[in-house]
């Protein structure tokens, strides 16, 4: 069996009901893989957004209310981004940061986060970098 144009289908003995079943198939199964992989993808965004965006901005540069108050760094400047180390900012973000009268600056996140999502965080902070 041959098409107007002279292609051979892969499947020339099969109806069309049979491949349409079988792709159906194919996307009911393969829909929890992608729905998997965008809640993978998704969490540090998240995390983000809840626990970090409203000090330092959803771009990282701390133009908020809250960011000009405690003058946070801009996560976007690449000298900042030199001075920052990765170990400083998990311990920052894990056991929070203090001015030197002891008065919080930035609350502890050890206890919503585990020690991998404050490590996306970072990974997170580095791609604010311009």
Known sequence: MRSQAGFV??????????????????????APLALAAVLVAAPVAENWENYCA???????KGQTKAGRKLKVKDYTDAKVQAELKDEEMVTATSEGVTDKAGKEKMKAYKDELTPDEIKELVAYVRKFKT
């Open 9 to 30: 289908p892969a499947y020339s003995g099969l109806n069309d009901t049979f491949t349409m079943k079988l792709t159906f198939k194919h996307l009911l199964l393969g």
């Open 54 to 60: 409203k000090c330092h901005g959803a771009d990282g």
